[in-house]
């Protein structure tokens, strides 16, 4: 059983930077896809970006060139630098996990922490 724990969320202005960490417990071993989605209430979850089980990077058109999606393997940690941040980023943000498919990644990952907020503004 995977365990995620989310740090790093806060109140930034616009045009400000977070650094989400994610750290990762109870993994043992398989190739996994590592990501972060996020949320706002009454909306629905969206992905934000992705790391492969080849270690391509994936990210949605709406944070391409602003955010930036990383992993410390020696520290069991999963980030996402977050820069040029806008008040639409505001949400709830969510590290994810879930082992490799033959068909690659899938659509909803299995494993999610509690989250961390995220508010931007103006």
């Known amino acids: 059983q995977v365990q995620l724990v989310e740090s790093g969320g806060g109140s930034v202005q616009v045009g400000g930077s977070l650094r989400l960490s994610c750290a990762v417990s109870g993994y043992t071993y398989g190739t996994y896809c590592w990501g972060w989605f996020r949320q706002v209430p009454g909306k629905e979850r969206e992905g934000v970006a992705a790391i492969d089980g080849d270690g391509g990077r994936r990210y949605a058109d709406f944070v391409k060139g602003r955010f930036t999606i990383s992993q410390d393997n020696a520290k069991n940690t999963l980030y996402l630098q977050m820069d040029s941040l806008k008040p639409e980023d505001t949400a709830m943000y969510y590290c994810?996990?879930?082992?490799?498919?033959?068909?690659?990644?899938?659509?909803?990952?299995?494993?999610r922490g509690q989250g961390t907020q995220v508010t931007v503004s103006s």
């Open positions: 994810a996990a879930s082992p490799l498919l033959r068909t690659g990644c899938p659509a909803h990952f299995r494993y």
